[in-house]
C-alpha cells in the first residue's frame, strides 16, 4: 500500500501537470504542483523504513502453467536506498529547476515525475520479469523525449543506438533467465543457475555502457540539465539494482576473471577521461561508467552492498554535481564536501564499497584505488568549474530554493553514511579508503601543476579520424559481417523470388519430404 | 433456426449487399458491425440449449445444417473460436475504410470469413480443403482488383496454397487407410508426409513463403494482411482438427521435433531476411513469417501445456499485423512508396502512424512491455526447457527481426534538414492507430485481460485442449 502510495504521488502529479498543460495553459502554479508531488513522494519513501519489506504485487499473469513468475515488486534494504535516492535527485531536479532559463516547463516535470515513478518500479522488481518491464519503459521514455528534444541527424541517430544497445540488455537477462530454466532453476533474485550470472552481468553492462564499453552520446549538451540527468541517473539506478540481485552462486563461470579485467581497465579509462574533461555535462557519460564499473567490481567479490554503496554514491553524488549551475561560496563547499561520502572512509556512504571475503590480486588494486581517485579528484574539479553564474541576480525565492534542491541531496549523501541501510555506520576496509583519498588528494595537487593532466580546451583541433582504432575495427568487422549476410539473404531472395524460384522451391520440398520421410521411418 | 445459418449463411448472404453502399465508410462500418454483432452472438447465444422466451415458448439453436449430403456442424466447444475471429474481424473491418480498401476487403473479406468458418465445420472434415481453395480464389480479386495486372506475388500465391489441396486430400484418404490399419508403416509415412508438405504449402513453411514480400510490393498492405492474418490462423485451425482428432498423429514421437524444426526456421529466416529488407511491406511480411513460426513453436509444446501457449499468440499477432498493415497503408495511399530512402524523417511528419508502425513492429519480435512479449517468453522458455540450443536460434531470429526494427527506427527519424512536428493524416487514420497502440501496451502489461477467451478456446479441440 505505501508503494502505491509514492507511485500515486509521481503519477497522479504528472497526470495533472498534463491535464493542466493541455486544459489550462496559463496556469501559474505548476511548479508548486510538481514540487509538492515530488516532496510527498520523497516523504512518503522515507515512511517505507517503518514497515520494511514492502511489497507490491501485480495481477497474476495467466495462464499460470505458462508464467510461474508475475510481476512482483519488493522494497528491502537495499532497493530503498536506491528508492530513496532516485525521489531525493528528482525533488532535486525540481527544486533547482527555479533558476533555469526555461522555467516554468510543465513537460519536463511530468517527464520527470513520471520517470520518477518508472525507476522506483524498477528498482523495486523481485523478479527478472519486473525488472525486464520497467526497463523498457525507461528505454522507451528516453528514446521518444531524445527524438522530441534533438534535432541534429547525427544525435537522433546516436538516440536509436544508445535504444539497441539497452534493449540488447534487456535481451540479455531474458537470455540469462532461459538459460538458468533450461539448467533446471528458473530464474529469480534468490537462486540462479551457475551459468546465468555472466548474462546477468552483460545485461547490466551492457545497459551501463561498462561492457563492451560504448558510450552513445559524446556530447549530450542537447538535454537539458534538470531533465537530462534525472534520465540518465534513473537509467543508471534501474540497471545498477541487478548488481546487487544477482546471486553470487551464479558467477562462477570461467569466463568471470577476464570480464573482471575489462571492467577494470574501463574503469580506469573512464575515470581518466572523467579527471582530464573540461565540460561536466559532457563528461557525464565517463562519470556514470566510472562509478557503475565499481559497482559491477563490488558485485563479481561477492558484495552487493559495496555495490548499492557504488551505485547510490553515483547517482547522488553525480545528481549533486549535474544540478549545479549556480556559484554560491557556500554550495561549493558542500559540493567539495560530498566527497568524502564517496572516500570510502568509515562512517561513510561508502564505507563498504571496498569489503568483500574474496581475495584480489594486488595489481588490480592499483588499478582500482585509481581509478577511485580519478573519480574523485575529478569530481572535486568539476565542482569547482561550476559555471559563474551571479547568484545574487536572482529573486530571493529562487535563493533560497535553490540551495534547499543542492543542500537536500547533500543530506541525502550523509545521512546514508549513518542510517537507513546495511551500509550505514560501517567501519569498512579503512586503510583503503585512506590510500584512495591519499591519492586523491595528491591529484588535485598535482593537477595544476602538471600540463598534461589540465589540457587547455582547443575546439579549433579537428580529431584525427583518419587513424583506425581497434573499437573502429570491430565495428568495421561487424559491418563487413552485415554486409557479406546481406549479399547472401539478397541473392537467396533474388533466385527464390525469380521466375526459377518455383523449381527451386519444388526442389527444397523433395528433398524435405524424402527427410521427412526418411525421419519417420 | 441453426448455428451454421447464423455463422455461415447470414455473413455470405450479406457480404454482396456490403457491395451496395457507395461510401467506403458505410460500407466499412456496416462490415464491422455484422462482424460484431456476430461474435456477441457466439459468446451469449447458447446452441443447443433451450432458450425459454415466456412460458409457451421456448427456442433451440439447432447446431447442425445438412447440405448435398454433408453436415456442417457447430457446436457449443466452437463459440469462443467464432467469437474471436468474427471479433477480430469486426477490428479489421473497421479499420478498412482508414486503410483505404473497405469497399473490396469488406464483402470480400465477409464472405471468406464465412467460407473458412464453414471449413472448420464441414463433416466429413477432408471437404475443408475444398472449402478452403474456394476462400482463396474468393481473395484473389481482393489482393489484385481487376483492372490491375496480376503480379507475381498475387500468381505465386495461388500456385503455392493450390498446391496445398490435392497433399491434404490425399493424406485424408491415405489416414483412413492407417486408421483401420495402424501397423502398416509405409500407409503412415505416406500420409505423414503428404500431410507436412499440404501444411508447408498452406502455412507458407519456409522456401514456400516467397509469395508473402512479393505481394506486400504489389497489394495494398492492408489486403495482404487481412489474408495473412486469416488464412494461416485458419489453417492452424484446421492443422489442430488433425491432430484433434487422429490419436496416432498425437502421439507420434517426432512430432514436436517437427513442428519446432519448422518453427524455428521460420522464424531465422523470416528474421534474418527482414534484417536486410529496405522495402517496409516486406518488412511486414517476413514478420508474418516470423509470426507463423512462433505459432508452429508454441504448437509444438502441445504435449507440455496442452494449446494454452499457442491460443496466447493469437490476439497479440492479430493486434500487431492489424495496426502495422493500417500504418501502411496509411503511408502508401499519402505517400505513395514504402522504400527506405523515400521514408525517411517520417516520424517527424506522421508521428502517430510511425508509433503504430514502430510498436507494432516491437511487439511482434517481442519487447518487453508489449502484447507481443508474454507468448513469446512462453513459447521461448518452454523450447529453452527442452533443449537450450533452440532457444539460441530463436533468439537469433528474434535479434535479426529486432536489427530490422532498428533500421526501420532509424530511417523514419533520419532527415537531412531539421524538421519540424506536424500531424498528418486523417483523424480516423490517427484514432485508430493510437487506441492500437494503447491495447498493445494493454495486454503487454496485463496478458491476463486476455484469459477469460484464452481459457474457453481450447475447448473447441477436445482431445488436445486437455
Same mark, same amino acid.
Given at each position: 500500500?505505501?508503494?502505491?502510495? *509514492?507511485?500515486?504521488?509521481?503519477?497522479?502529479?504528472?497526470?495533472?501537470?498534463?491535464?493542466?498543460?493541455?486544459?489550462?495553459?496559463?496556469?501559474?502554479?505548476?511548479?508548486?504542483?510538481?514540487?509538492?508531488?515530488?516532496?510527498?513522494?520523497?516523504?512518503?519513501?522515507?515512511?517505507?523504513?517503518?514497515?520494511?519489506?514492502?511489497?507490491?504485487?501485480?495481477?497474476?499473469?495467466?495462464?499460470?502453467?505458462?508464467?510461474?513468475?508475475?510481476?512482483?515488486?519488493?522494497?528491502?534494504?537495499?532497493?530503498?536506498?536506491?528508492?530513496?535516492?532516485?525521489? *531525493?535527485?528528482?525533488?532535486?531536479?525540481?527544486?533547482?529547476?527555479?533558476?533555469?532559463?526555461?522555467?516554468?516547463?510543465?513537460?519536463?516535470?511530468?517527464?520527470?515525475?513520471?520517470?520518477?515513478?518508472?525507476?522506483?518500479?524498477?528498482?523495486?522488481?523481485?523478479?527478472?520479469?519486473?525488472?525486464?518491464?520497467?526497463?523498457?519503459?525507461?528505454?522507451?521514455?528516453?528514446?521518444?523525449?531524445?527524438?522530441?528534444?534533438?534535432?541534429?541527424?547525427?544525435?537522433?541517430?546516436?538516440?536509436?543506438?544508445?535504444?539497441?544497445?539497452?534493449?540488447?540488455?534487456?535481451?540479455?537477462?531474458?537470455?540469462?533467465?532461459?538459460?538458468?530454466?533450461?539448467?533446471?532453476?528458473?530464474?529469480?533474485?534468490?537462486?540462479?543457475?551457475?551459468?546465468?550470472?555472466?548474462?546477468?552481468?552483460?545485461?547490466?553492462?551492457?545497459?551501463?555502457?561498462?561492457?563492451?564499453?560504448?558510450?552513445?552520446?559524446?556530447?549530450?549538451?542537447?538535454?537539458?540539465?534538470?531533465?537530462?540527468?534525472?534520465?540518465?541517473?534513473?537509467?543508471?539506478?534501474?540497471?545498477?539494482?541487478?548488481?546487487?540481485?544477482?546471486?553470487?552462486?551464479?558467477?562462477?563461470?570461467?569466463?568471470?576473471?577476464?570480464?573482471?579485467?575489462?571492467?577494470?581497465?574501463?574503469?580506469?579509462?573512464?575515470?581518466?577521461?572523467?579527471?582530464?574533461?573540461?565540460?561536466?555535462?559532457?563528461?557525464?557519460?565517463?562519470?556514470?561508467?566510472?562509478?557503475?564499473?565499481?559497482?559491477?567490481?563490488?558485485?563479481?567479490?561477492?558484495?552487493?552492498?559495496?555495490?548499492?554503496?557504488?551505485?547510490?554514491?553515483?547517482?547522488?553524488?553525480?545528481?549533486?554535481?549535474?544540478?549545479?549551475?549556480?556559484?554560491?561560496?557556500?554550495?561549493?563547499?558542500?559540493?567539495?564536501?560530498?566527497?568524502?561520502?564517496?572516500?570510502?572512509?568509515?562512517?561513510?556512504?561508502?564505507?563498504?564499497?571496498?569489503?568483500?571475503?574474496?581475495?584480489?590480486?594486488?595489481?588490480?588494486?592499483?588499478?582500482?584505488?585509481?581509478?577511485?581517485?580519478?573519480?574523485?579528484?575529478?569530481?572535486?574539479?568539476?565542482?569547482?568549474?561550476?559555471?559563474?553564474?551571479?547568484?545574487?541576480?536572482?529573486?530571493?525565492?529562487?535563493?533560497?530554493?535553490?540551495?534547499?534542491?543542492?543542500?537536500?541531496?547533500?543530506?541525502?549523501?550523509?545521512?546514508?553514511?549513518?542510517?537507513?541501510?546495511?551500509?550505514?555506520?560501517?567501519?569498512?576496509?579503512?586503510?583503503?579508503?585512506?590510500?584512495?583519498?591519499?591519492?586523491?588528494?595528491?591529484?588535485?595537487?598535482?593537477?595544476?601543476?602538471?600540463?598534461?593532466?589540465?589540457?587547455?580546451?582547443?575546439?579549433?583541433?579537428?580529431?584525427?579520424?583518419?587513424?583506425?582504432?581497434?573499437?573502429?575495427?570491430?565495428?568495421?568487422?561487424?559491418?563487413?559481417?552485415?554486409?557479406?549476410?546481406?549479399?547472401?539473404?539478397?541473392?537467396?531472395?533474388?533466385?527464390?523470388?525469380?521466375?526459377?524460384?518455383?523449381?527451386?522451391?519444388?526442389?527444397?520440398?523433395?528433398?524435405?519430404?524424402?527427410?521427412?520421410?526418411?525421419?519417420?521411418? | 433456426?441453426?448455428?451454421?445459418?447464423?455463422?455461415?449463411?447470414?455473413?455470405?448472404?450479406?457480404?454482396?449487399?456490403?457491395?451496395?453502399?457507395?461510401?467506403?465508410?458505410?460500407?466499412?462500418?456496416?462490415?464491422?458491425?455484422?462482424?460484431?454483432?456476430?461474435?456477441?452472438?457466439?459468446?451469449?447465444?447458447?446452441?443447443?440449449?433451450?432458450? /425459454?422466451?415466456?412460458?409457451?415458448?421456448?427456442?433451440?439453436?439447432?447446431?447442425?445444417?445438412?447440405?448435398?449430403?454433408?453436415?456442417?456442424?457447430?457446436?457449443?466447444?466452437?463459440?469462443?473460436?467464432?467469437?474471436?475471429?468474427?471479433?477480430?474481424?469486426?477490428?479489421?473491418?473497421?479499420?478498412?475504410?482508414?486503410?483505404?480498401?473497405?469497399?473490396?476487403?469488406?464483402?470480400?473479406?465477409?464472405?471468406?470469413?464465412?467460407?473458412?468458418?464453414?471449413?472448420?465445420?464441414?463433416?466429413?472434415?477432408?471437404?475443408?480443403?475444398?472449402?478452403?481453395?474456394?476462400?482463396?480464389?474468393?481473395?484473389?480479386?481482393?489482393?489484385?482488383?481487376?483492372?490491375?495486372?496480376?503480379?507475381?506475388?498475387?500468381?505465386?500465391?495461388?500456385?503455392?496454397? $493450390?498446391?496445398?489441396?490435392?497433399?491434404?486430400?490425399?493424406?485424408?484418404?491415405?489416414?483412413?487407410?492407417?486408421?483401420?490399419?495402424?501397423?502398416?508403416?509405409?500407409?503412415?509415412?505416406?500420409?505423414?508426409?503428404?500431410?507436412?508438405?499440404?501444411?508447408?504449402?498452406?502455412?507458407?513453411?519456409?522456401?514456400?513463403?516467397?509469395?508473402?514480400?512479393?505481394?506486400?510490393?504489389?497489394?495494398?498492405?492492408?489486403?495482404?494482411?487481412?489474408?495473412?492474418?486469416?488464412?494461416?490462423?485458419?489453417?492452424?485451425?484446421?492443422?489442430?482438427?488433425?491432430?484433434?482428432?487422429?490419436?496416432?498423429?498425437?502421439?507420434?514421437?517426432?512430432?514436436?521435433?517437427?513442428?519446432?524444426?519448422?518453427?524455428?526456421?521460420?522464424?531465422?529466416?523470416?528474421?534474418?531476411?527482414?534484417?536486410?529488407?529496405?522495402?517496409?511491406?516486406?518488412?511486414?511480411?517476413?514478420?508474418?513469417?516470423?509470426?507463423?513460426?512462433?505459432?508452429?513453436?508454441?504448437?509444438?509444446?502441445?504435449?507440455?501445456?496442452?494449446?494454452?501457449?499457442?491460443?496466447?499468440?493469437?490476439?497479440?499477432?492479430?493486434?500487431?499485423?492489424?495496426?502495422?498493415?493500417?500504418?501502411?497503408?496509411?503511408?502508401?495511399? /499519402?505517400?505513395?512508396?514504402?522504400?527506405?530512402?523515400?521514408?525517411?524523417?517520417?516520424?517527424? /511528419?506522421?508521428?502517430?502512424?510511425?508509433?503504430?508502425?514502430?510498436?507494432?513492429?516491437?511487439?511482434?519480435?517481442? !519487447?518487453?512491455?508489449?502484447?507481443?512479449?508474454?507468448?513469446?517468453?512462453?513459447?521461448?522458455?518452454?523450447?529453452?526447457?527442452?533443449?537450450?540450443?533452440?532457444?539460441?536460434?530463436?533468439?537469433?531470429?528474434?535479434?535479426?527481426?529486432?536489427?530490422?526494427?532498428?533500421?526501420?527506427?532509424?530511417?523514419?527519424?533520419?532527415?537531412?534538414?531539421?524538421?519540424?512536428?506536424?500531424?498528418?493524416?486523417?483523424? !480516423?487514420?490517427?484514432?485508430?492507430?493510437?487506441?492500437?497502440?494503447?491495447?498493445?501496451?494493454?495486454?503487454?502489461?496485463?496478458?491476463?485481460?486476455?484469459?477469460?477467451?484464452? $481459457?474457453? !478456446?481450447?475447448?473447441?479441440?477436445?482431445?488436445?485442449?486437455?
Amino acid at each position: 500500500m505505501l508503494i502505491l502510495i *509514492t507511485l500515486s504521488f509521481l503519477f497522479l502529479g504528472a497526470l495533472a501537470l498534463l491535464l493542466l498543460r493541455i486544459f489550462n495553459p496559463d496556469f501559474r502554479y505548476p511548479w508548486l504542483i510538481a514540487v509538492s508531488s515530488i516532496f510527498l513522494a520523497w516523504a512518503s519513501v522515507l515512511f517505507w523504513q517503518i514497515k520494511i519489506p514492502l511489497e507490491l504485487t501485480l495481477p497474476a499473469w495467466q495462464p499460470v502453467i505458462l508464467f510461474p513468475d508475475s510481476p512482483h515488486f519488493i522494497v528491502d534494504q537495499l532497493s530503498w536506498v536506491y528508492a530513496f535516492s532516485l525521489t *531525493t535527485v528528482g525533488l532535486g531536479t525540481i527544486l533547482t529547476a527555479i533558476v533555469r532559463k526555461n522555467f516554468p516547463s510543465a513537460p519536463a516535470w511530468v517527464g520527470i515525475l513520471a520517470l520518477n515513478g518508472i525507476g522506483i518500479l524498477a528498482v523495486l522488481a523481485e523478479n527478472p520479469l519486473a525488472l525486464v518491464l520497467t526497463w523498457t519503459a525507461i528505454d522507451l521514455a528516453e528514446l521518444f523525449t531524445l527524438l522530441a528534444s534533438v534535432k541534429e541527424e547525427n544525435l537522433r541517430e546516436r538516440a536509436v543506438i544508445s535504444f539497441s544497445m539497452r534493449v540488447l540488455g534487456s535481451g540479455f537477462l531474458i537470455w540469462a533467465g532461459l538459460v538458468s530454466t533450461a539448467a533446471g532453476t528458473p530464474l529469480n533474485f534468490i537462486s540462479a543457475s551457475k551459468e546465468s550470472g555472466i548474462y546477468m552481468l552483460i545485461a547490466a553492462g551492457l545497459r551501463l555502457g561498462v561492457f563492451p564499453m560504448h558510450l552513445p552520446f559524446k556530447t549530450e549538451s542537447a538535454l537539458r540539465r534538470g531533465y537530462g540527468t534525472m534520465l540518465r541517473l534513473t537509467s543508471a539506478a534501474s540497471s545498477l539494482i541487478l548488481l546487487a540481485r544477482i546471486p553470487y552462486e551464479s558467477l562462477q563461470s570461467p569466463f568471470i576473471p577476464y570480464v573482471f579485467a575489462i571492467i577494470s581497465l574501463t574503469a580506469l579509462y573512464s575515470s581518466w577521461m572523467w579527471f582530464r574533461a573540461s565540460d561536466t555535462l559532457d563528461a557525464r557519460p565517463y562519470w556514470l561508467l566510472g562509478m557503475a564499473s565499481l559497482a559491477l567490481i563490488s558485485s563479481l567479490r561477492a558484495n552487493p552492498v559495496g555495490s548499492v554503496a557504488w551505485g547510490t554514491a553515483l547517482i547522488l553524488g553525480g545528481g549533486l554535481l549535474f544540478l549545479s549551475s549556480l556559484q554560491n561560496k557556500w554550495l561549493n563547499r558542500l559540493l567539495q564536501l560530498s566527497l568524502i561520502a564517496m572516500s570510502t572512509l568509515p562512517f561513510t556512504l561508502t564505507a563498504t564499497a571496498w569489503q568483500s571475503q574474496e581475495t584480489l590480486w594486488w595489481g588490480y588494486w592499483f588499478i582500482l584505488l585509481s581509478a577511485q581517485a580519478l573519480l574523485l579528484a575529478g569530481y572535486y574539479r568539476h565542482a569547482q568549474r561550476v559555471k559563474k553564474t551571479d547568484f545574487k541576480s536572482h529573486s530571493p525565492l529562487s535563493r533560497f530554493v535553490y540551495p534547499l534542491g543542492i543542500g537536500i541531496i547533500f543530506f541525502a549523501l550523509l545521512i546514508l553514511g549513518i542510517w537507513g541501510w546495511p551500509g550505514a555506520i560501517k567501519i569498512g576496509a579503512w586503510y583503503l579508503g585512506l590510500i584512495a583519498t591519499f591519492i586523491t588528494l595528491i591529484l588535485i595537487w598535482l593537477r595544476p601543476r602538471i600540463r598534461s593532466l589540465d589540457p587547455l580546451e582547443a575546439h579549433w583541433l579537428k580529431p584525427n579520424t583518419a587513424e583506425k582504432t581497434t573499437t573502429g575495427r570491430v565495428y568495421s568487422l561487424f559491418w563487413s559481417l552485415y554486409y557479406f549476410l546481406r549479399r547472401l539473404s539478397r541473392f537467396i531472395t533474388n533466385i527464390l523470388e525469380s521466375d526459377g524460384g518455383i523449381l527451386w522451391t519444388l526442389l527444397f520440398i523433395i528433398l524435405f519430404a524424402s527427410l521427412i520421410a526418411e525421419g519417420i521411418r | 433456426m441453426n448455428a451454421p445459418l447464423i455463422w455461415i449463411g447470414i455473413p455470405l448472404i450479406l457480404s454482396p449487399f456490403l457491395w451496395l453502399p457507395r461510401r467506403a465508410n458505410v460500407t466499412a462500418f456496416l462490415g464491422g458491425i455484422i462482424a460484431l454483432f456476430l461474435a456477441l452472438l457466439a459468446w451469449f447465444l447458447p446452441i443447443d440449449t433451450p432458450l /425459454r422466451i415466456s412460458a409457451t415458448l421456448s427456442f433451440k439453436l439447432a447446431d447442425s445444417f445438412e447440405i448435398l449430403g454433408r453436415q456442417i456442424i457447430i457446436s457449443p466447444a466452437d463459440q469462443p473460436l467464432l467469437t474471436l475471429i468474427y471479433g477480430l474481424a469486426a477490428l479489421w473491418f473497421f479499420g478498412s475504410s482508414a486503410a483505404g480498401v473497405a469497399r473490396r476487403l469488406v464483402p470480400i473479406g465477409m464472405s471468406i470469413i464465412a467460407l473458412l468458418v464453414a471449413s472448420l465445420s464441414v463433416q466429413p472434415f477432408l471437404y475443408a480443403a475444398l472449402i478452403i481453395q474456394t476462400a482463396i480464389l474468393i481473395a484473389i480479386p481482393l489482393l489484385s482488383p481487376p483492372e490491375k495486372k496480376p503480379g507475381r506475388g498475387i500468381i505465386r500465391f495461388l500456385i503455392y496454397q $493450390t498446391l496445398a489441396m490435392p497433399f491434404l486430400l490425399f493424406s485424408g484418404w491415405l489416414m483412413a487407410g492407417v486408421e483401420s490399419n495402424p501397423g502398416d508403416l509405409e500407409l503412415l509415412t505416406q500420409a505423414a508426409t503428404l500431410l507436412a508438405l499440404g501444411f508447408a504449402f498452406l502455412l507458407a513453411v519456409f522456401p514456400l513463403y516467397t509469395w508473402i514480400p512479393l505481394l506486400m510490393e504489389e497489394a495494398s498492405p492492408y489486403a495482404v494482411g487481412f489474408i495473412l492474418w486469416l488464412l494461416p490462423s485458419i489453417a492452424f485451425f484446421f492443422a489442430l482438427g488433425f491432430l484433434d482428432r487422429y490419436a496416432w498423429l498425437r502421439e507420434f514421437d517426432q512430432l514436436p521435433d517437427v513442428l519446432r524444426s519448422a518453427g524455428i526456421l521460420m522464424i531465422v529466416t523470416g528474421g534474418i531476411w527482414a534484417a536486410f529488407q529496405r522495402h517496409l511491406g516486406r518488412m511486414m511480411g517476413y514478420a508474418t513469417v516470423f509470426n507463423i513460426g512462433f505459432s508452429l513453436l508454441a504448437l509444438s509444446l502441445f504435449q507440455d501445456y496442452q494449446l494454452s501457449a499457442f491460443f496466447l499468440f493469437i490476439v497479440p499477432q492479430s493486434l500487431a499485423l492489424l495496426i502495422w498493415s493500417l500504418s501502411l497503408s496509411v503511408l502508401t495511399l /499519402r505517400e505513395g512508396s514504402l522504400l527506405f530512402k523515400s521514408r525517411q524523417g517520417d516520424i517527424y /511528419r506522421y508521428p502517430i502512424i510511425v508509433l503504430g508502425l514502430i510498436f507494432a513492429h516491437f511487439s511482434t519480435l517481442g !519487447l518487453p512491455l508489449l502484447a507481443g512479449f508474454p507468448p513469446i517468453l512462453a513459447a521461448w522458455g518452454g523450447v529453452a526447457e527442452k533443449t537450450l540450443l533452440s532457444a539460441f536460434w530463436v533468439a537469433v531470429g528474434v535479434a535479426s527481426l529486432l536489427t530490422g526494427a532498428v533500421r526501420t527506427l532509424a530511417v523514419m527519424v533520419m532527415s537531412p534538414e531539421k524538421e519540424n512536428w506536424t500531424l498528418n493524416g486523417s483523424w !480516423l487514420q490517427n484514432i485508430l492507430i493510437g487506441v492500437g497502440i494503447f491495447f498493445i501496451l494493454l495486454f503487454g502489461l496485463f496478458p491476463q485481460l486476455m484469459s477469460p477467451l484464452l $481459457t474457453k !478456446l481450447p475447448f473447441a479441440f477436445s482431445y488436445l485442449g486437455g
